[in-house]
T-cell receptor, first 115, second 113 residues
Framework: AQKVTQAQTEISVVEKEDVTLDCVYE???????LFWYKQPPSGELVFLIR??????QNEISGRYSWNFQKSTSSFNFTITASQVVDSAVYFC????????????FGQGTELSVKP | DVKVTQSSRYLVKRTGEKVFLECVQD?????MFWYRQDPGLGLRLIYF???????EKGDIPEGYSVSREKKERFSLILESASTNQTSMYLC????????????FGPGTRLTVL
C-alpha cells in the first residue's frame, strides 16, 4: 500500500530556530517520486521540491534542505533560521504512477514561527 | 510561470443545489486533478483527467462528477450539494510524464448550508 505519514501535526518555534519536518512513506514501487508543498494562509499549495527514488543526494536551497533516506523510507525537510514568513502548512506527497500520476499526501504539518 | 486559476475563492450554496467549480490552466498540461482538503485528513483525490473527455475516479468520487471538454479546463460538479461537501477544493494540473509535478490553484472554499 502507498502511504505517507507526517507524524507532527503542529510545530511551534521562535524565529531563527531551526526546525525539521518529518515525512515517512510506504511504497512497494522501486521507482517513485516524493514532493514537498507549502500551503500558506492564502490557501494555494506551492511546490517546493521533487525527488526521485534513485537520487539520494541531499538538497539545499537557501534556508531549506531535504534529507532523503531510502533505508528508513524518510524524506525530511529542514528550515534553517526560521522566519515568520515560513509559517504555513507543509505537505509531503508520494507520486503513485499506477493510477495515472496520483499524489498521495500526508496529513500535513502546521508550522508556526513566532517573532 | 504556471498559472492555475479557479473560478471562485469562496462560495456559499444551499443543500440540494447543483454546484459548478471551474479550473483553468495555461500550461498545456495533459493531466488535471480535483482534490478536497479537510482538517486532519490532508488532501484527497476526487477525480482526475489525463486527456480531453477522459476522466478517472479518485479516492472519493461519490457525490461528484467532472467534465473536461477542453484541454485547459476541468470542471467539478456537485449534482446535489450536501452539507458534508463543505470543504476546500483544490485543482491541480501537470504534464503526463512519470513523476511530473502537479501545480495547484488557489482553492475554492465551499460552504453548503
Amino acid at each position: 500500500a502507498q502511504k505517507v505519514t507526517q507524524a507532527q501535526t503542529e510545530i511551534s518555534v521562535v524565529e531563527k530556530e531551526d526546525v525539521t519536518l518529518d515525512c515517512v512513506y510506504e511504497t512497494r514501487d522501486t521507482t517513485y517520486y516524493l514532493f514537498w508543498y507549502k500551503q500558506p494562509p492564502s490557501g494555494e499549495l506551492v511546490f517546493l521540491i521533487r525527488r526521485n527514488s534513485f537520487d539520494e543526494q541531499n538538497e539545499i536551497s537557501g534556508r531549506y534542505s531535504w534529507n532523503f533516506q531510502k533505508s528508513t523510507s524518510s524524506f525530511n525537510f529542514t528550515i534553517t533560521a526560521s522566519q515568520v514568513v515560513d509559517s504555513a502548512v507543509y505537505f509531503c506527497a508520494l507520486y503513485f504512477y499506477n493510477q495515472g500520476g496520483k499524489l498521495i499526501f500526508g496529513q500535513g504539518t502546521e508550522l508556526s514561527v513566532k517573532p | 510561470d504556471v498559472k492555475v486559476t479557479q473560478s471562485s475563492r469562496y462560495l456559499v450554496k444551499r443543500t440540494g443545489e447543483k454546484v459548478f467549480l471551474e479550473c483553468v490552466q495555461d500550461m498545456d498540461h495533459e493531466n488535471m486533478f480535483w482534490y478536497r482538503q479537510d482538517p486532519g485528513l490532508g488532501l484527497r483525490l476526487i477525480y482526475f483527467s489525463y486527456d480531453v473527455k477522459m476522466k478517472e475516479k479518485g479516492d472519493i468520487p461519490e457525490g461528484y462528477s467532472v467534465s473536461r471538454e477542453k484541454k485547459e479546463r476541468f470542471s467539478l460538479i456537485l449534482e446535489s450539494a450536501s452539507t458534508n461537501q463543505t470543504s476546500m477544493y483544490l485543482c491541480a494540473s501537470g504534464y503526463r510524464g512519470l513523476g511530473d509535478t502537479q501545480y495547484f490553484g488557489p482553492g475554492t472554499r465551499l460552504t453548503v448550508l
